[in-house]
């Protein structure tokens, strides 16, 4: 299984980006997909997430109201749609996928698979 990240780039404050990861290898109808960062110095940090099994969504504070998760009814890619972008929002963006658990979990160990990342610049 594989899954490779699109859609970063470089973006005014304030502007809007949309993410995509697509997965080849398997679908995951039943698991969870979703999204983690890391910015120069830090740690990574889950961000969103999206529930196949329940078909649920989960954010990190810093980014409700301004980005939405979602994912193509073949359960292969989850999008971000990125809005109202902040210099803090300024990260390599990790896309992830867990197959043994349906129900959102926001730390790094209970993701089975990774992408490569994409690199979102917000600019002051």
């Known amino acids: 299984v594989q899954l490779q990240a699109f859609g970063g780039g470089l973006v005014q404050a304030g502007g809007s980006l949309r993410l995509s990861c697509a997965a080849s290898?398997?679908?995951?109808?039943?698991?969870?997909m979703g999204w983690f960062r890391q910015a120069p110095g830090r740690e990574r940090e889950f961000v969103a997430a999206?529930?196949?099994?329940?078909?649920?969504?989960r954010y990190t504070d810093s980014v409700k109201g301004r980005f939405t998760i979602s994912r193509d009814n073949a359960a292969t890619t989850v999008y971000l749609q990125m809005n109202s972008l902040k210099p803090e929002d300024t990260a390599v963006y990790y896309c992830a996928a867990n197959s043994r658990s349906p129900a959102i979990i926001l730390t790094r160990p209970a993701y089975d698979y990774w992408g490569q990342g994409t690199l979102v610049t917000v600019s002051s």
């Open positions: 290898g398997r679908s995951f109808s039943r698991g969870v």
């Open positions: 999206f529930s196949g099994s329940y078909g649920t969504t």
